[in-house]
């Protein structure tokens, strides 16, 4: 059984920042790329950044500069370092497994493994 369990949400205000973690178990985590997603209330969900296994991977544009999307195989855990965060940042933040991570975007294919998400919220 595959579990995707994000942590490190929380409550931050405008310029600060925060570090989310994601540790998957039951399926070979460094065999699968690896990617943050986020919905804001009202709002469609949202490719934030994924990383490939050649360590290559995709920011959206609206991160770029801000967020650094990272992988620890050893410790099967993704992370994301996000600064500079801004009120527009404010999402359910999820990670996912499994999904095609392009320089241009992820794709998510049929079977993406999924968190129950971590809130962060940025206050102004």
């Known amino acids: 059984q595959v579990q995707v369990v994000e942590s490190g949400g929380g409550l931050v205000q405008a310029g600060g920042s925060l570090s989310l973690s994601c540790t998957v178990s039951?399926?070979?985590?460094?065999?699968?790329?690896m990617g943050w997603f986020r919905q804001a209330p009202g709002k469609e969900r949202e490719g934030v950044s994924c990383?490939?296994?050649?360590?290559?991977?995709y920011y959206v544009d609206s991160v770029k500069g801000r967020f650094t999307i990272s992988r620890d195989n050893a410790k099967n855990t993704l992370y994301l370092q996000m600064n500079s965060l801004q009120p527009e940042d404010t999402a359910m933040y999820y990670c996912?497994?499994?999904?095609?991570?392009?320089?241009?975007?992820?794709?998510?294919?049929?079977?993406?493994?999924w968190g129950q998400g971590t809130q962060v919220t940025v206050s102004s």
């Open positions: 996912a497994a499994n999904e095609v991570c392009t320089k241009d975007g992820i794709l998510l294919g049929t079977r993406v493994y």
């Open positions: 990383i490939r296994l050649d360590g290559g991977g």
């Open positions: 039951g399926l070979r985590f460094d065999a699968y790329v």
